[in-house]
Nanobody, 121 residues
Framework: QVQLVESGGGLVQAGGSLRLSCAAS????????MGWFRQAPGKEREFVAA????????YYADSVKGRFTISRDKDKNTVYLQMNSLKPEDTAVYYC??????????????WGQGTQVTVSS
């Protein structure tokens, strides 16, 4: 089992920044891929970004490229999502997820509880 705890969400004005954190514990060695997904009210959950623990390869949705940066701290078993130039359409609950393999389709084995990000115009 892998436990994931997100933090760092909040309310920010358009153009502002937030940094989300995802602390992983448990059998973290079994999950090479760490992803961030988000779900806005009335919409389906969508892929935001992902990173591989080994090698650090990163993946981004087109909608966040150039604005969001995913990174990892292996010593702290923590993954970060730095979000800059935030837009109202970035408003959503953001979820951290872990799986042995990367994908952008949401089929991750472990999920956190989510953290709310609200961007005001």
């Amino acid at each position: 089992q892998v436990q994931l705890v997100e933090s760092g969400g909040g309310l920010v004005q358009a153009g502002g920044s937030l940094r989300l954190s995802c602390a992983a514990s448990g059998r973290t060695f079994s999950s090479n891929a760490m992803g961030w997904f988000r779900q806005a009210p009335g919409k389906e959950r969508e892929f935001v970004a992902a990173i591989l623990w080994s090698g650090g390869t990163t993946y981004y949705a087109d909608s966040v490229k150039g604005r969001f940066t995913i990174s990892r701290d292996k010593d702290k078993n923590t993954v970060y999502l730095q979000m800059n130039s935030l837009k109202p359409e970035d408003t959503a609950v953001y979820y951290c997820a872990a799986d042995p393999n990367y994908s952008s389709n949401g089929g991750y084995r472990y999920w956190g509880q989510g953290t709310q990000v609200t961007v005001s115009s």
